[in-house]
């Protein structure tokens, strides 16, 4: 798996929430080759199963890895004189849109342009205001007459945004929240081909995080896994952020500590980055990680449940920005972790025995 | 197509050589001499079919080469860039956008604090330039410098596309004035009863620099000026001005910040369109300048107009304009140097 390559052919999918159709297709081609099983449930999330090589007389058990692969985008709520007005869908700063070219997914993809005035007709002190919603139009150069033809109220629109590698192995697009997850997943399944492990791996690509966990909510219920490890993305230490708020960049990924997280699991997770020195950085969470793993740690009768998060730079914008290395390691730190689950750890967590 | 050659150019006003290049590679053929100045404007003289003594002879038609962009004013100690804003930005349209930095194009994003980190009160106040920078994955000053140096202009990174067929709508950067520029190489493609200079200026966006030294050396008896012009079309609540329409046809300035058009120019272009059936419009506001600000006060004075393409969008990353716009100023203007062989009315 080239994991840059990955993450370009993810991050360019569209796939606003609910309809995450393209990066599952994606998925699940970079997903099959490692996998046993692949299934799409009723929520739109791509499940895959890959069998663990377990010794006769020992119980079964499971580990569900989870990345959602839906993105943040807006939607056509009316037409007004040619243009388009628009909602946002999930958590869109509607300042970093101005003079972005979109795609609106009417009768055919059609190319746009979210419009801006030019300076020229406008005073200083206009100027110094956010642009509300309301002012805000999409411009996809039709005439008045047609545009109903091509477009309906509802239809999605994403940002077009090409997927940039920058310098020093890092890249920068939209949706790496959380398509960066989504290529853990996939790293992780391809080292796993390459070693032994005896508990079952679901990774599952889920759909719908943004707008509010769905996707885990049912696809941890449907997989009943004995445990349970979120990737997601966490904020990137950059210019603006202090280092109080942030992860660092390039240190690897981020577990996550605190109520959301069982403390063997992260205990089990840092002793694992040590002894194989995989780079990784602590993140403490006061309570709501705001994850799939908030959904995961109360399925059922509850899963003891851990996070890795990818420092990721300028959340939900559509210059996202990762560092390709902090991808691999997360993706070998799992692979590694799971090679080496056995019963102890199982008893360990007090896991039920299972059928055997 | 030519115009998309020339959006897709990097050109930040100081730094036009790569316009310049394109256009001269198009233009050798349609020419008789040419030469780039001190301030690199491109002047070229197209000699008349016949000799002629009648006034006006010596034409100026100005386009300008150079777009609004950033140029690197520092490297922080986290590798990303500071930068300045070369020519007039609405500071709001650099959040999250791509960017190219210096010869070497080096890749860059302009991002911000994600929505997350920012207080509910906070999200309805413009973000200053000042507080953004570039960000090219280095992770410090020192692996910065080994791809950017202070100094370094920074081109927004758009695409030139097409965008709806049917109202032939197309999307690119710096249509203000790549699109004057590509009308007046369509423009030199024809030969007239008239002298003509085509000045390919510099740093219009800075103060209309280039034009400025241009008209003094041609010392034209008239000029005409190519925009690519303000179209602020969209829906309004206030009664404000369009200043043009896209899809209207060239736009004819009788007026802006910069200069008052020759009325005897205007009449020109004006009844010219009448005759053939060509559609205009009046730049409606008076809004913005143009190259004329300074052609029309080189030496002894020069009576001057502008005629513009509609563009949507202009001095932000991507812009817009309608072709059918562009093909009818080109008609437009042939038609009016034609009509100028015969003199001023």
């Known amino acids: 798996m080239d994991t840059m390559e990955l993450l370009r052919d993810l991050s360019q999918a569209t796939g606003v929430s609910g309809y995450e159709g393209e990066p599952r297709a994606v998925a699940r081609r970079a997903l099959a080759p490692f996998t046993d099983e692949q299934q799409v449930d009723a929520l739109g999330n791509l499940i895959t199963l890959k069998r663990g090589m377990r010794a006769p007389d020992t119980p079964p058990h499971s580990i569900m890895l989870a990345a959602h692969m839906d993105e943040i985008g807006l939607m056509v709520t009316d037409f007004d004189e040619g243009f388009l007005r628009f909602t946002t869908v999930g958590g869109v700063d509607t300042r970093t849109i101005l003079g972005q070219e979109v795609i609106v997914h009417g009768k055919r993809p059609l190319p746009g342009i979210v419009a801006s005035r030019p300076p020229h007709v406008l005073p200083e002190s206009e100027q110094e205001k956010a642009l509300p919603i309301e002012e805000l139009f999409i411009d996809v150069g039709v005439s008045e007459e047609r545009i109903q033809e091509l477009t309906r109220v509802g239809d999605f629109i994403t940002m077009r945004r090409e997927f940039l590698p920058l310098a020093k192995g890092y890249a920068s697009g939209k949706a790496l929240d959380n398509r960066a997850g989504v290529v853990t997943l996939v790293g992780c399944m391809e080292a796993l081909n390459r070693m032994q492990h005896s508990w079952d791996v679901y990774a599952v690509a889920t759909s719908q995080e943004e707008v509010g966990l769905r996707g885990a909510t049912v696809s941890a219920y449907d997989t009943a896994p004995d445990i349970a490890i979120a990737v997601d993305v966490g904020y990137g230490l950059q210019q603006g952020v202090k280092e109080k708020e942030a992860i660092s960049m390039d240190k690897g990924g981020a577990i996550g500590i605190g109520p959301n997280f069982h403390p063997l699991m992260a205990q089990r997770l840092i002793e694992t980055a040590e002894k194989y020195e995989v780079k990784y950085q602590r993140e403490i969470i006061a309570g709501r990680s705001g994850t799939d793993a908030w959904a995961i740690q109360v399925a059922r009768e509850g899963i003891p449940t851990a996070l890795i998060s990818i420092p990721l730079r300028y959340m939900h914008t559509s210059v996202e920005t990762v560092c390709i290395r902090d991808i691999d390691r997360i993706a070998r730190l799992m692979a590694l972790f799971i090679a080496e689950l056995d019963q102890s750890f199982a008893e360990a967590l007090g896991l039920p025995k299972g059928e055997g | ?345």
């Not at chain 2, 034609?338 to 001023?344: F, H, M, P, T, V």
């Open chain 2, 1 to 345: 197509m030519l115009l998309e050659a020339l959006s897709n150019a990097r050109g930040v006003s100081g730094n036009e050589d790569q316009v310049r290049d394109i256009i001269l590679q198009e233009i050798r053929g349609y020419i008789d001499t040419y030469r780039v100045d001190a301030l690199g404007n491109l002047l070229c003289v197209k000699k008349p079919r016949h000799a002629s003594e009648k006034w006006p002879h010596k034409v100026m038609i100005a386009a300008h080469m150079d777009e609004i962009g950033l140029i690197v004013t520092g490297i922080n100690e986290n590798g990303t860039l500071r930068f300045d804003k070369v020519g007039g930005i609405d500071d709001r349209i650099l959040l999250s956008k791509q960017v190219l930095v210096g010869e070497k194009e080096v890749p860059g994003v302009i991002g911000y604090r994600p929505i997350h980190l920012i207080a509910k009160d906070e999200r309805d106040k413009a973000i200053e330039a000042d507080k953004l920078s570039i960000d090219i994955g280095a992770s410090d000053e020192e692996s910065a410098k080994e791809l950017v140096t202070v100094g370094d202009y920074v081109s927004f990174r758009t695409a030139f596309g097409a965008l709806d067929e049917e109202s032939r709508t197309v999307k690119g950067k710096a249509f203000d004035d790549r699109a004057g520029c590509a009308v007046l190489i369509e423009l030199l493609k024809e030969t007239y009863d008239l002298e003509i200079h085509a000045a390919f200026t510099t740093q219009e966006e800075v103060g209309l620099r280039g034009a400025r030294v241009a008209s003094y050396s041609i010392n034209p008896d008239a000029a005409f000026v190519l925009e690519g012009t303000i179209c602020d079309d969209l829906p309004k609540k206030k009664d404000t001005s369009p200043v043009t329409e896209l899809g209207k046809g060239p736009a004819i300035t009788f007026m802006d910040r910069s200069f008052v058009a020759d009325r005897r120019l205007v009449e020109l272009l004006v009844t010219t369109a009448k005759q053939m059936d060509i559609p205009y419009q009046f730049k409606r506001a008076v809004a913005g300048g143009t190259d004329a600000g300074a052609i029309h006060l080189a030496r002894e004075g020069v009576p001057s107009v502008t005629v513009s393409v509609p563009s949507r969008y202009i001095h932000a990353p991507v812009s817009l304009l309608s072709l059918s716009d562009f093909d009818h100023t080109v008609q437009l203007l042939r038609a009016a140097l034609y009509n100028l062989e015969g003199g001023l009315p």
